[in-house]
T-cell receptor
Framework: AQSVTQLDSHVSVSEGTPVLLRCNYS??????LFWYVQHPNKGLQLLLK??????LVKGINGFEAEFKKSETSFHLTKPSAHMSDAAEYFC???????????FGTGTSLTVIP | SQTIHQWPATLVQPVGSPLSLECTVE??????LYWYRQAAGRGLQLLFY??????ISSEVPQNLSASRPQDRQFILSSKKLLLSDSGFYLC???????????FGNGTRLTVT
C-alpha cells in the first residue's frame, strides 16, 4: 500500500537561510511524487512534480526536490527562505493506477525575519 | 489555459440544513474531478472523485453526496448538515494518469 510520511510537522527557519522539508514514501512501484504549498484559507498550489524523469526536480519560487529511490525520499529544499514562503507544505504520492493521490499530513513552515 | 472555479468561498449553515457546493473547470475536456475535505490542522481527506459524467466514486461513507451533471461541473451536496461537516472543502481536477491535481480556492464551511 502507498503511504507518505512528512517527518516534521513544523519547521522554523530564519529569512535567508536554507529550507529542508522532509518526505518519505512507501510504495511497491515507482510512483509519481508532488509537492504542494498552501497559504491560509487558499487552495493547494503545485510546486513541483517527479514523474520518472530527472531525479532532481526544479519547481516554482526557487524550490527543488530530489527523488532518491534507495532512500524512498523526496525532500523539498530551497537555498534561501523568503518571508512569503511561510505556509503549509504537502508531499503527495500517486497510486499504482496513477489516478489516486495520497497526501502527507503537512509541514508548517515558519520564516523568522 | 485551464482554470477552476469553486464557490462560495465561505458559508455558514445551521445543523440540519442542506448544502450545495459547486465547482467548474474551464479550458479542458473530460477532466478527472475530485472533492477533498481538510479539517483544521489536518491533511486532506478524499471524499469523491469522478472520471466522467455520472460516474462518482465515494471514498468515505458520510451524509454527503456528489454529482457530475456536466463534463466540467462537480457538485457536492448534503440533505442535512451535521456539525462534523464543518471544514475546508477543496475541489480539484487533473488531466489523467499521473498528472498533477489542480485545486480551486476552497470553501470554508461552518456548521452551527
Amino acid at each position: 500500500a502507498q503511504s507518505v510520511t512528512q517527518l516534521d510537522s513544523h519547521v522554523s527557519v530564519s529569512e535567508g537561510t536554507p529550507v529542508l522539508l522532509r518526505c518519505n514514501y512507501s510504495s511497491s512501484y515507482s510512483p509519481s511524487l508532488f509537492w504542494y504549498v498552501q497559504h491560509p484559507n487558499k487552495g493547494l498550489q503545485l510546486l513541483l512534480k517527479y514523474t520518472s524523469a530527472a531525479t532532481l526536480v526544479k519547481g516554482i519560487n526557487g524550490f527543488e526536490a530530489e527523488f532518491k529511490k534507495s532512500e524512498t525520499s523526496f525532500h523539498l529544499t530551497k537555498p534561501s527562505a523568503h518571508m512569503s514562503d511561510a505556509a503549509e507544505y504537502f508531499c503527495v504520492v500517486t497510486s499504482n493506477t496513477g489516478n489516486q493521490f495520497y497526501f502527507g499530513t503537512g509541514t508548517s513552515l515558519t520564516v523568522i525575519p | 489555459s485551464q482554470t477552476i472555479h469553486q464557490w462560495p468561498a465561505t458559508l455558514v449553515q445551521p445543523v440540519g440544513s442542506p448544502l450545495s457546493l459547486e465547482c467548474t473547470v474551464e479550458g479542458t475536456s473530460n477532466p478527472n474531478l475530485y472533492w477533498y475535505r481538510q479539517a483544521a490542522g489536518r491533511g486532506l481527506q478524499l471524499l469523491f472523485y469522478s472520471v466522467g459524467i455520472g460516474q462518482i466514486s465515494s471514498e468515505v461513507p458520510q451524509n454527503l453526496s456528489a454529482s457530475r451533471p456536466q463534463d466540467r461541473q462537480f457538485i457536492l451536496s448534503s440533505k442535512k448538515l451535521l456539525l462534523s461537516d464543518s471544514g475546508f472543502y477543496l475541489c480539484a481536477w487533473n488531466a489523467g494518469i499521473d498528472s498533477p491535481l489542480h485545486f480551486g480556492n476552497g470553501t470554508r464551511l461552518t456548521v452551527t
